[in-house]
């Protein structure tokens, strides 16, 4: 077995371009061509005359499929979500569409990726509006995921939903009762209310060719058995404390359909991957598939072009969501005339490269790295297709 095996390794064997969907090829494409000259490269020079060191810095493809590109969107995607949640506890709540829905699905994504969301949403928003359970607005974050553990499609969302919500005076309210396994409300309610706002919204846009399909008597006959099956609606247990939260959230976020870790083997023909197989008591396991077919299942869970793949809702919705955050922090200072030390967020600042560099690994990009004194200075920009630009006059360090 050979170390570092990637994905970029298995998508340079060849076959990206001969994919279906011309989007999903580009897409492909830019991750086999990562910080590779093909991307194009910042030349710099050493500034030490001593050295005269050329250093290129290849471009990322910065694609949100990535697995090299992601860390630093991460880390920036962490710290604005660390200035949004409050000092509650939160649940992980997961929803699943049934298998037979999957070809469906896939010729629909956009329609069906959105009605997953709006679906698990209203499930949520409804419940907690409700006086029985909570009768308030809570904190609920959406992201999308397609694939199994063998890379197999396999829609589902997963929430992570706040202890609580505000009323209407922004007053912090506390679930009315506890529920077992860290639901925040009894799975018998969630499930059915799930199953049926998605079924209904889907029949309409069935008749109202909303959505393509192949066969009508097909998805006639399939009807009874979507709403006879039990759906899955899964929670964990509720997180406490909000970097917790966040680290698990920017997990789900920036998790693309398999880590470089989990690639074992990259052959000339065949791929081999290690996968957990949920079925058999979570044992770890190997799969070997073609290069052409693990290429073309990694295809499937690529987004499609502008889709939206974190969603907000609740006290977390896009209007005006610091203020709002903060005034329900202002709430919660003082509950039952108890003074909380619970400072407010402070405005979301963009750390450079640089900085991010040296604060998390020490390392200063700036430095050149033959002779460890001269500064690395910007003399060319080569972009895909450009040959570039001089910027000799540049003595700003400026890395891709």
């Not at 059915?192 to 109202?208: H, I, Q």
């Not at 203020?323 to 963009?350: A, F, Q, S």
Request: hydrophobic fraction near 35%; proline fraction near 6%; charge should be positive.
């Amino acid at each position: 077995m050979k170390p570092g095996q990637t994905l970029q390794q298995v998508l340079q064997q060849g076959g990206v371009e001969n994919h279906t969907n011309p989007y999903t090829a580009s897409v492909l494409a830019k991750l086999r061509d990562c910080r590779t000259s093909g991307m194009g490269y910042h030349r710099f020079q050493c500034d030490n005359p001593a050295c005269g060191h050329v250093h290129y810095q290849y471009h990322g493809c910065r694609n949100r499929h990535c697995p090299a590109c992601n860390w630093q969107k991460q880390e920036e995607w962490m710290e604005a979500r660390m200035n949004e949640l409050l000092p509650v506890k939160y649940f992980h709540v997961v929803f699943t569409l049934p298998h037979e829905l999957n070809a469906l699905v896939m010729g629909n994504r956009v329609k069906l990726f959105k009605l997953l969301f709006d679906s698990a949403s209203h499930c949520l928003l409804t419940l907690a509006s409700d006086p029985k359970w909570l009768g308030a607005v809570p904190s609920i974050s959406a992201v999308p995921h397609t694939w199994g553990q063998q890379l197999s499609f396999h829609p589902h969302v997963h929430c992570i939903v706040s202890g609580g919500g505000v009323d209407k005076q922004l007053n912090w309210v506390n679930l009315k009762k506890d529920t077992p396994q860290g639901y925040p409300f009894p799975y018998k309610v969630m499930e059915p209310m799930f199953k049926k706002y998605f079924l209904r919204k889907l029949n309409r846009m069935v008749r109202e060719q909303e959505v393509k399909i192949e066969n009508a008597s097909l998805w006639q006959a399939l009807k009874p058995k979507l709403y006879q099956k039990q759906w899955i609606v899964y929670a964990k247990s509720p997180m406490g404390s909000v970097a917790q939260v966040v680290e698990y959230l920017s997990r789900y976020a920036h998790k693309v359909a398999i880590s470089n870790h989990r690639i074992l083997e990259v052959g000339e023909q065949t791929v081999k991957f290690q996968y957990k197989d949920y079925s058999d008591h979570n044992k770890v396991k190997q799969m070997a598939l073609s290069t052409g077919e693990f290429i073309r299942r990694f295809g499937q869970h690529i987004l499609p072009k502008g889709f939206v793949k974190m969603r907000h809702y609740g006290i977390l919705g896009n209007w005006n969501r610091k203020k709002r955050v903060n005034d329900i922090l202002r709430k919660m200072r003082c509950i039952e005339h108890v003074e909380m030390n619970l400072p407010l967020h402070p405005p979301t600042v963009k750390i450079p490269y640089q900085l991010r560099m040296l604060e998390k690994y020490g390392i200063n990009v700036s430095l050149c790295p033959q002779c460890g004194q001269g500064q690395l200075v910007l003399i060319e920009k080569v972009y895909p297709g450009n040959r570039g630009s001089p910027f000799a006059f540049m003595n700003q360090v400026d890395i891709g």
